[in-house]
């Protein structure tokens, strides 16, 4: 029998405490009597903990006497933590966590809190798309994942946002018991289609500018219609009528990527959809997004998600396709 702990705390995202213990409460059903998991709740004070919309929950256990004897703690997520200040008893005790227990991490912005505990250091992460970016600049140290539903550090284990929790916790019932248990369980739970780590979030590149003609729209929508084409630096600051150097600062203060960045994630967000809703070949997918070949698409897709644009199709696509 496995012990899971979720960490609650005021202003916590409910369905990031519900959804994962959802999932793993279903797994007890599919498997032999006493493989399963135990669920506990630790809280922190005042009690009861009012959720972000609401919501008053309990809490099995406080900090002072949580300990750490489980297999799995997941810190909660929380709409407000990305602003929140450190929480010094939390930070112990997850730091003592981190030295007791197989498998620790968090769902959405409870990163922060691992954070705050100096546990990113060094370390693969992710949250929530839009939190990725303050994830990053709060500690520098990490290695923040911008754009993957969960990812696995060692014992280490982040997701994006909110639902996200919930692929995170399929994940985790497939390492202790088989992808036929957890596809059970998301059948129970109506998660017909399971997200693995390696697909990409809501994509949070190709976002609308301020106004039509700012130098991050221009840009944008010049790169979009010729996906095709070489997109050097040079030839992106004769579409603006600027010089190279000039557009290359300005595009990244408004942007805050690169221009070689902003062209390369264009391409892979263009690849994915085609991927997921296409039968097109490897190779005409990989032409029309620029990649030149399916060659150098595939080293791109196994640096960004970890997984062939073979595999990314027949994890995520409506169709099958050979290479």
């Known amino acids: 029998m496995k012990t899971v702990a979720l960490v609650l705390f005021p202003g916590v995202q409910s369905l990031d405490v519900s959804g994962p213990m959802d999932v793993f409460a279903e797994a007890n059903d599919y498997v032999d009597a006493g493989r399963g998991y135990r669920l506990v709740t630790v809280g922190?004070?005042?009690?009861?903990?009012?959720?972000?919309?609401?919501?008053?929950?309990?809490?099995?256990?406080?900090?002072?006497?949580?300990?750490?004897?489980?297999?799995?703690?997941?810190?909660?997520?929380?709409?407000?933590l990305p602003q929140a200040p450190d929480h010094p008893r939390l930070s112990a005790w997850l730091r003592a966590v981190a030295h007791k227990v197989p498998?620790?991490?968090?769902?959405?912005?409870?990163?922060?809190?691992?954070g705050r505990a100096g546990l990113l250091d060094g370390r693969r992460a992710t949250t929530h798309w839009s939190d990725a970016a303050q994830l990053a600049a709060q500690f520098p140290?990490?290695?923040?994942?911008?754009?993957?539903?969960?990812?696995?550090?060692?014992?280490?284990?982040?997701?994006?946002g909110v639902t996200a929790g919930i692929d995170l916790a399929l994940a985790l019932v497939a390492e202790d018991h088989g992808p036929a248990v957890a596809l059970a369980v998301a059948k129970r739970l109506l998660v017909?289609?399971?997200r693995q780590g390696g697909q990409s979030q809501f994509s949070p590149y190709l976002s609308d500018a301020a106004a039509p003609d700012a130098l991050a729209a221009v840009i944008q929508n010049y790169v979009m219609e010729h996906l095709a084409e070489s997109l050097s630096v040079e030839?992106?600051?004769e579409v603006a009528g600027m010089s190279a150097r000039n557009f290359a600062r300005k595009f990244v203060e408004e942007m805050a990527v690169t221009p070689a960045e902003f062209v390369q994630r264009a391409r892979v967000d263009a690849a994915r959809n085609l991927l997921e809703g296409?039968?097109?070949?490897?190779?005409?997918?990989?032409?029309?997004?620029?990649?030149?070949?399916a060659a150098r698409m595939r080293l791109v897709f196994a640096q960004r998600f970890g997984v062939t644009p073979n595999q990314y199709r027949d994890s995520f696509g409506v169709a099958k396709t050979a290479p």
């Open 44 to 80: 922190t004070a005042p009690y009861p903990i009012r959720a972000s919309n609401g919501q008053q929950l309990g809490a099995d256990l406080g900090l002072e006497d949580a300990g750490t004897d489980y297999d799995i703690v997941l810190v909660a997520g929380g709409p407000q």
């Open 103 to 114: 498998r620790y991490g968090s769902i959405c912005t409870g990163a922060f809190l691992l």
């Open 141 to 160: 140290s990490a290695r923040i994942e911008h754009d993957r539903i969960h990812v696995r550090d060692g014992g280490l284990v982040t997701s994006a």
């Open 192 to 194: 017909l289609a399971q």
């Open 235 to 237: 030839h992106l600051a």
């Open 278 to 293: 296409s039968e097109l070949a490897l190779k005409t997918i990989a032409w029309r997004c620029g990649f030149g070949s």
